[in-house]
């Protein structure tokens, strides 16, 4: 199964991903990650920084 509550999504430069119940039991239900990238002035995106709601043990280790 996927612990997707939905398809990510994406708007002005971040991708936003909602935990489902099948992450960590009820208590991840609708928490998110974020992933918001910054851009060199030719559009190349240069980082990822993490954020959200999810807790930390949910998030990848580079995001902890």
Same mark, same amino acid.
């Given at each position: =199964?996927?612990?997707? +509550?939905?398809?990510?999504?994406?708007?002005? /430069?971040?991708?936003?991903? $909602? $935990?489902? +119940? *099948?992450? /960590? =039991? $009820?208590? +991840?239900? =609708?928490?998110? %990650?974020?992933?918001? $990238? *910054?851009?060199?002035?030719? /559009? *190349? %995106?240069?980082?990822?920084? &993490? /954020?959200?709601? %999810?807790? *930390?043990?949910?998030?990848?280790?580079? &995001?902890?």
């Amino acid at each position: =199964g996927t612990a997707l +509550a939905g398809a990510p999504t994406f708007a002005a /430069g971040v991708v936003t991903v $909602a $935990a489902a +119940a *099948t992450l /960590g =039991g $009820a208590t +991840a239900v =609708g928490e998110t %990650i974020t992933m918001t $990238a *910054t851009a060199a002035a030719d /559009g *190349t %995106i240069t980082t990822w920084t &993490c /954020g959200g709601t %999810i807790a *930390t043990k949910y998030r990848p280790s580079t &995001c902890r």
